[in-house]
C-alpha cells in the first residue's frame, strides 16, 4: 500500500551542527513532495516542497534532495538551532483525483544547546 | 495576512455525541482539505474540497462528513463519536486543485477528546 517512512526516529543534534532527516516514499508515481516542521501542540508547518522534475531544491538554511531511483527524500537543516527542535513529517502527494497527502510516522529532531 | 484558521480549538464529547469542527482557509484559497492525526503518527487523509465539491476521501467511515460553503470555509462533522476519533483535527488549504500538487498549508487543528 502507500508509504512514505522515515528512516530514523528520533535525532539528536548539537546547536550549529547539520542536521540530515532521511525519507523513503513507495508511490513511483507520485511527482510532489513537502517536508513540515511540527512542534507539540501545533499544526504542521510548511518547509519546503520539490517536484519530481527537480533533484535539489534550497530554502533558507534547509535543502531538499530528491533521488527517484530509490524513492528517497532528505531535507538538510544547515546551523541547526534550539528552534528547530520538532518533529519533522515527510509527505507525499498521491493523485487519486484529489491533493491527497500520504505521511510517515515523523522524526524527532532534537538540538542540544 | 491570516492563515488556515480553525474552531474550536480544544473540545471534549461523550461517546455518541457528534461534533462539528470548522476551518476558514487562507485567503484566495479555493482548496480544503481535512486530516486526523493520532497521538504519535502522521496525519491521515480524510477529504479534500475544491469549489464546494468532494474531490476525495480517505479510508474513513460515514460517520465522516464535510462540506464547503460558498466562501470556501468547511466543516467537518463526525457523528456517533467513538473514543477511538479522539485526535488532533487538521485543516489545510491550498490555491487550487491540481495533479501537478500545491503548496498545502495547515492550520494548528482542533484537539478533540471522546470520554
Known amino acids: 500500500g502507500e508509504s512514505v517512512g522515515l528512516h530514523l526516529p528520533t535525532l539528536s543534534v548539537q546547536e550549529g551542527d547539520n542536521s540530515i532527516i532521511n525519507c523513503a516514499y513507495s508511490?513511483?508515481?507520485?511527482?510532489?513532495f513537502i517536508w513540515y516542521k511540527q512542534e507539540s501542540g501545533k499544526g504542521p508547518q510548511f518547509i519546503i516542497d520539490?517536484?519530481?522534475?527537480?533533484d535539489k531544491r534550497q530554502g533558507q538554511r534547509v535543502t531538499v534532495l530528491l533521488n527517484k531511483t530509490v524513492k528517497h527524500l532528505s531535507l538538510q537543516i544547515a546551523a541547526t538551532q534550539p528552534g528547530d527542535s520538532a518533529v519533522y513529517f515527510c509527505a507525499e502527494m498521491v493523485w487519486g483525483g484529489s491533493e491527497k497527502l500520504v505521511f510517515g510516522k515523523g522524526m524527532k529532531l532534537t538540538v542540544n544547546p | 495576512d491570516a492563515g488556515v484558521t480553525q474552531s474550536p480549538t480544544h473540545l471534549i464529547k461523550t461517546r455518541g455525541q457528534h461534533v462539528t469542527l470548522r476551518c476558514s482557509p487562507i485567503s484566495g484559497h479555493k482548496s480544503v482539505s481535512w486530516y486526523q492525526q493520532v497521538l504519535g503518527q502522521g496525519p491521515q487523509f480524510i477529504f479534500q474540497?475544491?469549489?464546494?465539491?468532494?474531490?476525495g476521501r480517505g479510508n474513513f467511515p460515514d460517520r465522516f462528513s464535510a462540506r464547503q460553503f460558498p466562501n470556501y470555509s468547511s466543516e467537518l462533522n463526525v457523528n456517533a463519536l467513538l473514543l477511538g476519533d479522539s485526535a488532533l483535527y487538521l485543516c489545510?488549504?491550498?490555491?487550487?486543485?491540481?495533479?501537478?500538487?500545491?503548496?498545502?498549508?495547515f492550520g494548528e487543528g482542533s484537539w478533540l477528546t471522546v470520554v
Open positions: 508511490n513511483s508515481a507520485s511527482d510532489y
Open positions: 489545510a488549504s491550498s490555491s487550487s486543485w491540481d495533479r501537478r500538487g500545491n503548496t498545502i498549508y
Open positions: 520539490i517536484r519530481s522534475n527537480m
Open positions: 474540497y475544491y469549489e464546494k465539491e468532494e474531490r
